[in-house]
């Protein structure tokens, strides 16, 4: 069995390593976190011991049955931690792709980088593009000739529409909708329940029906 080790904590970090087990293909060795001291545990019921902090990621390189899972979201810098988890310098056929198997996926109709993570019920359409490290959290929808660039996320219940862009670690928050042939950029933050009916331009906050800008991070 191949060995996982997840960089993140509560939340994400669970939640991958809740598809992982599922999954039965990777022994969950445990959690790479800069907060929580080494030899706690992550996990209320099932938990799982910090083994080091982010940096220690390049010392278990060594070892080629170990793959890598970036379970950050940074809401509010995801800029700087998209900044942090490059300077790792995993190869990218080290990351850990976890795909639940009640996921819908075209066969053969979608690309699907290295190190995604589609938690339950998660769906995709034709012509699909999703890059590595990219989040798809349980019910979020993403719509045909859609692309998520590296290590953006889409929340419970989000639904993409055809033709989006979602640029590198963009965030769509919960129950969030984007209509069709819009582009998010880089970095932007689309609040929880809004509705985007235009382009979002990078390092920006957007909320509301229909979503306006709040500020610029």
Excluded: W
């Amino acid at each position: 069995m191949k060995k996982l080790v997840i960089l993140g904590g509560r939340g994400i970090g669970m939640i991958a390593a809740s598809v992982a087990n599922d999954l039965g293909t990777y022994d969950v060795i445990g959690f790479l976190n800069d907060f929580v001291p080494i030899g706690e545990k992550v996990g209320k019921y099932n938990g799982y011991k910090v083994i080091g902090k982010s940096n220690d990621a390049k010392k278990y390189l060594d070892d080629e049955n170990v793959f890598f899972f970036i379970g950050y979201v940074g809401m509010q810098n995801e800029k700087e931690i998209f900044e942090k988890i490059t300077s790792l310098e995993i190869p990218s056929n080290r990351f850990a792709t976890l795909i639940h198997p009640t996921a819908i996926i075209p066969k053969g109709f979608c690309s699907i980088g290295n190190g995604v993570l589609m938690a339950p019920l998660t769906q995709l359409s034709p012509d699909t593009t999703v890059e590595d490290n990219c989040i798809l959290l349980p019910n979020s929808f993403l719509g045909h000739d859609s692309t998520m660039k590296r290590f953006s996320h889409i929340t419970a219940n989000s639904v993409i529409g055809g033709n989006v862009t979602l640029g590198k670690g963009a965030h769509v928050g919960t129950n969030a909708t984007i209509r069709e042939n819009v582009v998010i950029g880089d970095f932007a933050l689309v609040g929880s329940g809004s509705v985007v009916l235009n382009d979002v331009p990078e390092n920006s906050i957007v909320v509301g029906n229909p979503a306006k800008i709040l500020r610029r991070k």
